[in-house]
T-cell receptor, first 112, second 112 residues
């Protein structure tokens, strides 16, 4: 089964700084990849989805992710962090017949 | 649309008790799934369904039962609760297996 690994369980940035959350996948075929965000005491909300149509995927709230096959990566970025971006972010891969497999999550903290 | 709804929001059980976590969606999605979320482990798939009358096991199915008698509902049953089942449970639905999943707000379960 395909899996994803998120590097860094906690990431701290200053407000206005670049946000970079790392995700690497293991797959021998082009995968479907997702980024979800979870705000405190809430369910998960889809940020963006990669389906091989374009390597650079734009999502909600100014986030985007780039699929790099050579690096087996799907890192999430945002040019300028906002206090409201503080949340936990999950990378996930679709496994046929077995739904989504999630990474361990990265908690983003934004300092004023 | 209410989207995906879950009840109860919070539950305390004693070891050995049984209960059913309810999940309903009003988006006419064929696919529904149950995940549990534990710190540092992301979300892990418990059971899923690709349509009414069809269910299958996920990564961590032991101790849980499901059934899918209608498209809208997908209850999760704990037959004999154990402390290891203390977790946050999320229900999700999607048009297809590779489609974006919509999550409910979650149920926090504490087993004493």
């Amino acid at each position: 089964a395909q899996s994803v690994t998120q590097l860094g369980s906690h990431v701290s940035v200053s407000e206005g700084a670049l946000v970079l959350l790392r995700c690497n996948y293991s797959s021998s075929v082009p995968p479907y990849l997702f980024w979800y965000v979870q705000y405190p005491n809430q369910g998960l909300q889809l940020l963006l989805k990669y389906t091989s149509a374009a390597t650079l995927v734009k999502g909600i709230n100014g986030f985007e992710a780039e699929f790099k096959k050579s690096e087996t990566s799907f890192h999430l970025t945002k040019p300028s962090a906002h206090m409201s971006d503080a949340a936990e972010y999950f990378c996930a891969v679709y496994n046929a017949g077995n739904m989504l497999t999630f990474g361990g999550g990265t908690r983003l903290m934004v300092k004023p | 649309n209410a989207g995906v709804t879950q009840t109860p929001k919070f539950q305390v059980l004693k070891t050995g008790q049984s209960m059913t976590l309810q999940c309903a969606q009003d988006m006419n999605h064929e696919y529904m799934s149950w995940y549990r979320q534990d710190p540092g482990m992301g979300l892990r798939l418990i059971h899923y369904s690709v349509g009414a009358g069809i269910t299958d096991q996920g990564e961590v199915p032991n101790g849980y039962n499901v059934s899918r008698s209608t498209t809208e509902d997908f209850p999760l049953r704990l037959l004999s609760a154990a402390p290891s089942q203390t977790s946050v449970y999320f229900c999700a639905s999607s048009y297809g297996g590779e489609g974006a999943q919509y999550f409910g707000p979650g149920t926090r379960l504490l087993v004493l």
